[in-house]
């Protein structure tokens, strides 16, 4: 079946430094990724769609220029969160689908970032 | 707005049992609905969707769905429940091209 790989699993970093997330389709390709947000025994809340070869479209509220995302290539999007602090610790979720509208989308197993 | 709804924090439940999860929906349109399962510190795994088609969704691990248009929800259930079915459940639906909304989730504690 499709997998999904989200690479690191957990990161800790300073505040004020930079952390990328990675994410990889690795049996099929993706034109389109998200990614979520977990809070702690919270819902997953998405964030943005990242779209291959072309400006990522983030979710209201959300800051582009915190949460950088680029999408370079059929197989992988990245999230990097510039200049961290604290609450930005959080899990964060990738997720890919092919391009048929019914099959089912296929999660990372994320990551869990903390800021210290 | 658009949106899935999922009343209960948690359940329990004791192993053999059947078990229950609630979703209801409030989606214009047919709605597109999904069920998925999250490990601790795990991404989320798909079980089941309701496009069209039969109510009676049938899914992975022997968790099926039912879709009540009337009753606007979308319940997930399990016959007899396992001590490892212990995780939290998303209902979730389609907004958008592959865009899911999720519900607040439920936590699942089945005891031995």
């Known amino acids: 079946g499709a997998v999904v790989s989200q690479h690191p699993s957990w990161v800790i970093c300073k505040s004020g430094t930079s952390v990328k997330i990675e994410c990889r389709s690795l049996?099929?390709?993706?034109?389109?990724m998200f990614w979520y947000r977990q809070f702690p025994k919270q819902s997953l809340m998405l964030m943005a769609t990242s779209n291959e070869g072309s400006k990522a479209t983030y979710e209201q509220g959300v800051e582009k220029d915190k949460f950088l995302i680029n999408h370079a290539s059929l197989t992988l999007s990245t999230l990097t969160v510039t200049s961290a602090h604290p609450e930005d610790s959080s899990f964060y979720i990738c997720s890919a689908g092919t391009a048929d509208y019914n099959s089912p989308l296929h999660f990372g197993n994320g990551t869990r970032l903390t800021v210290t | 707005a658009q949106s899935v709804a999922q009343p209960e924090d948690q359940v329990n439940v004791a192993e053999g049992n059947p078990l229950t999860v609630k979703c209801t929906y409030s989606?214009?349109?047919?709605?597109?609905l999904f069920w998925y399962v999250q490990y601790p510190n795990r991404g989320l795994q798909f079980l089941l969707k309701y496009i069209t088609g039969d109510n009676l969704v049938k899914g992975s691990y022997g968790f099926e769905a039912e879709f009540n248009k009337s009753q606007t929800s979308f319940h997930l259930k399990k016959p007899s429940a396992l001590v490892s079915d212990s995780a939290l459940y998303f209902c979730a639906h389609l907004t958008g091209f592959q865009k899911l909304v999720f519900g607040t989730g439920t936590r699942l504690l089945v005891s031995p």
């Open positions: 049996d099929f390709q993706a034109t389109t």
């Open positions: 989606v214009s349109g047919n709605p597109y």
